[in-house]
Antibody, heavy 117, light 106 residues
Framework: EVQLVESGGGLLQPGRSLRLSCEASGFTFGDNAMHWVRQRPGGGLDWVSG????????GYGDSVKGRSTISRDNAKNSLFLQMDSLRPEDTALYYC??????????WGQGIMVIVSS | IQLTQSPSFLSAYVGDTVTLTCRAS??????LAWYQQKPGKAPKLVFD???PLQSGVPSRFSGSGSGTEFTLTITSLQPEDFASYYC?????????FGPGTKVEIK
């Protein structure tokens, strides 16, 4: 069974940095692209970032580009998202997602991030 | 690439057949997927136009379209199908989603 468990969320002040982690199991992590998708309270889905199976290619959504870095450690079946200069509008539930390329096939339960002073 | 979905809200009876529409601001070939999300739950992939056969998805879910216009049809709605549905283009980065269609029980 595919399991994706996010961690690292919580209450953070504007301007601070965030590092989310996702521990994957139940599939061959190194064979899959991985993504972060977020959902603001009561809102729709917003793709944050994606990374290829080997980490050689990355992409970012317009709202986080330039202040976020996605990375992975295939030896530890782990995905990461570093986001700097946090804003109140970054408040959202952040999902770790397994991709078949850019199709989002398996989703974690999400981790809440609240940006507030 | 901007995606629009219609309708935003749909009210239907169990047993009805409904069609949801997603339009892209430019051609995306067949690179359009649909996700179902129930309240408090993570989204779930229900259809990908580029790879129509998804394991574990009931056959009452079907999709069509290419280029800029796509549809998701749910035949004979079941109680568990009442949810929000989002389309997603995966043709080029950045990946984008439509604003969603909420399907509610009449």
């Amino acid at each position: 069974e595919v399991q994706l468990v996010e961690s690292g969320g919580g209450l953070l002040q504007p301007g601070r940095s965030l590092r989310l982690s996702c521990e994957a199991s139940g599939f061959t992590f190194g064979d899959n692209a991985m993504h972060w998708v977020r959902q603001r309270p009561g809102g729709g889905l917003d793709w944050v970032s994606g990374i290829s199976w080997d980490g050689s290619k990355t992409g970012y959504g317009d709202s986080v580009k330039g202040r976020s870095t996605i990375s992975r450690d295939n030896a530890k079946n782990s995905l990461f998202l570093q986001m700097d200069s946090l804003r109140p509008e970054d408040t959202a539930l952040y999902y770790c997602v397994r991709g078949q390329g850019t199709v989002l096939v398996s989703w974690g339960q999400g981790i809440m991030v609240i940006v507030s002073s | 690439i901007q995606l629009t979905q219609s309708p935003s809200f749909l009210s239907a009876y169990v047993g009805d057949t409904v069609t949801l529409t997603c339009r892209a601001s430019q051609g995306i070939g067949y690179y359009l997927a649909w996700y179902q999300q129930k309240p408090g739950k993570a989204p779930k992939l229900v259809f990908d136009a580029a790879s129509p056969l998804q394991s574990g998805v009931p056959s009452r879910f079907s999709g069509s379209g290419s280029g800029t216009e796509f549809t998701l049809t749910i035949t004979s709605l079941q109680p568990e199908d009442f949810a929000s549905y989002y389309c997603q283009q995966h043709s080029i980065y950045p990946i984008t989603f439509g604003p969603g269609t909420k399907v509610e029980i009449k």
